[in-house]
């Protein structure tokens, strides 16, 4: 940017468009830092209970600000029309496309610590993202899919299907059994870049365990997780990576 550029009616507009975005960006993060505060002052629990509140009534007032001054109309109170007049399988392309942009913000993430301080250090703040990220996944999940609190191992399945993930990835289902079932992760989209470029496979285990123990207690807290294999661990070529999810008698 130049340096002479003193208030709004110097930029150009293209670079306003682009102050647009910025606008945009502080606001998701601002949206993060308020989340993430109140669960250090008051607890995951509450914080996601003010999440709830804030985020309808939030993405309410701005959609209709916004349809207002773009001019497109609204489907429905949280959802603008243009979006839903997308056909159904533009609409499944997009959602592998957001998907995708988020495998690749958390790639980005990783590599910007990584290359500044170390491995050791990107996969313990990428580990303990995880313990924040997969409870707010299962909770979002379920808010989505109006489960119930204890949905068992049958709203487990359910929800690993409407992962981030399970839009990137290719994942099954194994020896399902009245108490437990085996989920696989049959292609990871991660591990297979790696392997077209004849490289190892990248040693996601500690995350992994983090991830799913995370996610399935925060879908049903009676669901306990095992690792049954996982990279650095040796596998099978058909699965990267495979997790027992069982709930006690």
């Known amino acids: ?18 102050y647009v975005i910025n606008l945009f960006h502080r606001i998701i993060m601002h949206y993060a830092f308020w989340f993430t505060e109140v669960n250090h002052q008051l607890g995951m629990d509450r914080a996601l209970d003010a999440l709830s509140e804030a985020s309808s009534r ?13 001019g497109f109309d609204m489907a429905a109170e949280d959802l603008p029309g243009p979006l839903a007049a997308i056909p159904r399988e ?31 250090d990107a996969k313990r703040c990428n580990d303990s993202c995880w313990t924040k990220f997969s409870p707010f996944e299962a ?14 191992l049958e709203g487990l399945k359910k929800a690993l299907g409407f992962r981030l993930y399970a839009n990137v990835n290719q994942q099954s289902f194994s020896e399902e059994k009245p108490d437990s079932f085996v989920f ?12 077209r470029k004849g490289l190892e496979d990248y040693p996601c285990k500690t995350a992994g365990l983090v991830e799913y123990t995370y996610f399935a207690r925060s879908v049903d807290d009676r669901i306990k997780t095992e690792c049954i294999g996982c990279p650095p661990d040796p596998h099978p070529e058909e699965w990267y990576c495979a997790w ?3 709930i006690e008698e």
């Open 139 to 152: 909770w979002t999940i379920k808010q989505f899919l109006n489960m119930p609190e204890r949905p068992g």
């Open 90 to 120: 533009k609409l499944m392309e997009l959602l592998q496309t957001v998907s995708v942009n988020w495998l690749a913000n958390d790639g980005v993430w990783f590599q910007s610590v990584e290359f500044a301080h170390g491995m050791n």
């Open 244 to 246: 027992r999810f069982y």
């Open 1 to 18: 940017m130049s340096d002479d550029i003193n208030s709004l009616e110097d930029l150009a507009d293209e670079d306003l468009a682009r």
């Open 58 to 70: 939030s993405l309410s007032i701005q959609m209709k600000r916004l349809s207002k001054t773009l």
């Open 184 to 195: 696989q992760m049959n292609d990871c989209r991660v591990q297979a870049a790696r392997k």
